[in-house]
């Protein structure tokens, strides 16, 4: 295949995906929205929403910024369906589910507002903000690098936890890539989905077609299925065999398996598997767990790291999970921290102050198109390094947002051309103007629910 064909084979794809969206996943303001899309696209670092309009790509005035926004719909189901299906139809395919926090604190005339987690660089600063929470699932193409798609992108309600939300995500993915039989999905989750036992996340994923890793506390005490008895004894039969204590390396007894190999990045890594473990309360939730222990080569190696592993329903033939691809799965959940810096750095995610959350919510997805199609244009921009840059070859979010406008043209615009409204005519004289009403912030509690319901515990709502 020539170059020239192969290039020309990625404009054809990214025509369409433009296309499909364009018809598909917006719907009122349609020509507006996707020429925001453009201009977020090509306009980096922005200090301010409306700066967007000085786009030459944005031929609308600046006022259709707010009203592709207010006024726009976009089909978060349909891109959701759609996004999982750009995802590659065969081999091992990585997700991320995580979290993160738009700060709004003084936003005292939106509602819903809650207490949410988050990390700053201050040293005695505190990590709890008042905003709205959202949950992405991405798909993450390489495990090294600032590259994170997302497929999902939800804002969690006041009446949802987040892995009741990273729950209902999963099974959508799973859904959406049930005709994929040549392919495993496996979703990597940090340890704070299941907080208060990881079989509350587990279990309502347990027959789906993605395989699920999640990060286990080091003081985890589990047990072993029990021994069947020679003799069945009266009574209830046992739930529990020995114990298994993380902290306590006499009741591990000998691993499933053990893998050592050596990382470029985590040096001489030793990967050991135990299978068929569960919680104490949790006995119908079995699942397999690694320990992995990296940079084994120093006199101080890091504390090691444990996953349990929840198999799909049904594994593709040709692929057989091991230790090394649980852990692996593990290590391509990193960038999506790096992604989620750069939506908020370059883009400027949380940077616009809505009125609306539900505006907020689209912006978020234009965001998350943003990132889409400069993955999808990565192979034929060339880097335009600035005088101060070294060139790259293995091009990050943000160069190949910085080398698009030469090659931008030739996507082409489905938006139709903008028309003359008129002026407004304002506010009519004589109205009184109301004041918006002012909402609370709400914080969330855990409440234990029956086990039939299949979640431990959800959210009650306390004003603070």
């Known amino acids: 295949m020539t170059k020239k064909k192969s290039t020309q084979e990625h404009l054809n794809k990214i025509i369409e995906f433009r296309q499909a ?22 306009t980096g670092g922005i200090s301010s929403f409306p700066l967007l309009s000085l786009s030459k790509n944005f031929r609308r005035q600046w006022h259709s910024l707010y009203k592709a926004l207010e006024r726009g719909a976009v089909e978060d189901e349909w891109l959701s369906d759609y996004l999982a299906r750009q995802v590659p139809q065969d081999g091992i395919q990585y997700f991320s589910l995580d979290g993160t926090a738009w700060a709004r604190p003084r936003a005292r005339t939106m ?33 090294h690098s600032s590259w994170s798609l997302s497929v999902s992108v939800r804002r969690i309600s006041k009446n949802m936890t987040a892995g009741e939300m990273g729950i209902a995500q999963v099974q959508a993915l799973s ?8 392919a495993l999905d496996i979703v990597a989750a940090d340890g704070h989905y299941g907080h208060y036992g990881n079989a509350s996340f587990l279990r309502p994923l347990q027959g789906q077609r993605c395989g699920i890793v999640v990060r286990l ?68 939730v079995p699942f397999d767990v690694v320990r992995a222990s990296a940079h084994l080569e120093r006199e101080k190696p890091p504390r090691p790291i444990w996953l349990a592993w929840q198999p799909p329903a049904l594994l593709p033939a040709p692929i057989v ?99 003359r409204r008129g002026k407004s005519p304002g506010w009519p004289r004589g109205r009184r103007r109301t004041p918006k009403q002012r909402f609370k912030v709400l914080k969330k509690q855990r409440l234990l629910l029956p086990e039939s319901l299949g979640f431990d515990c959800q959210c009650a709502i306390r004003v603070a």
């Open 21 to 42: 969206i364009y018809a598909h996943g917006f719907g009122n303001q349609r020509d507006a929205l996707i020429e925001t899309w453009d201009a977020l696209c090509l």
């Open 217 to 284: 506390r080091r003081d985890r005490v589990l047990h072993r299925a029990p021994t069947p008895p020679e003799k069945r004894p009266r009574g209830r039969p046992r739930v529990h065999g020995e114990r298994f204590a993380f902290k306590e390396p006499n009741t591990w007894g000998q691993p499933d398996e053990v893998i050592t190999l050596e990382h470029p990045k985590f040096g001489q890594v030793k990967l050991e598997r135990w299978n068929n473990l569960h919680g104490k309360n949790d006995a119908d």
């Open 175 to 182: 859904k959406s890539r049930e005709a994929f039989s040549e």
């Open 111 to 143: 509602d819903e507002r809650q207490y949410v987690y988050h990390p700053t660089a201050a040293v005695n600063g505190g990590s709890v903000c008042i905003g709205y929470p959202y949950s992405l699932l991405d798909w993450v193409p390489e495990a």
């Open 321 to 419: 999970v091991n230790a090394q691809v649980i852990w692996r799965a593990y290590i391509h959940r990193w960038p999506v921290e790096p992604g989620i810096r750069f939506r908020k750095q370059r883009p400027g995610w949380t940077t616009p102050q809505f009125h609306h959350k539900e505006t907020g919510d689209r912006w978020s997805w234009l965001v998350a198109l943003a990132v889409w199609l400069l993955f999808l244009a990565r192979p034929i921009v060339q880097d335009q390094p600035l005088l101060w840059q070294k060139p790259q070859q293995q091009l990050t979010p943000q160069r190949v947002q910085q080398s698009l406008p030469l090659i931008f043209a030739q996507f082409g615009s489905p938006a139709r051309a903008p028309k």
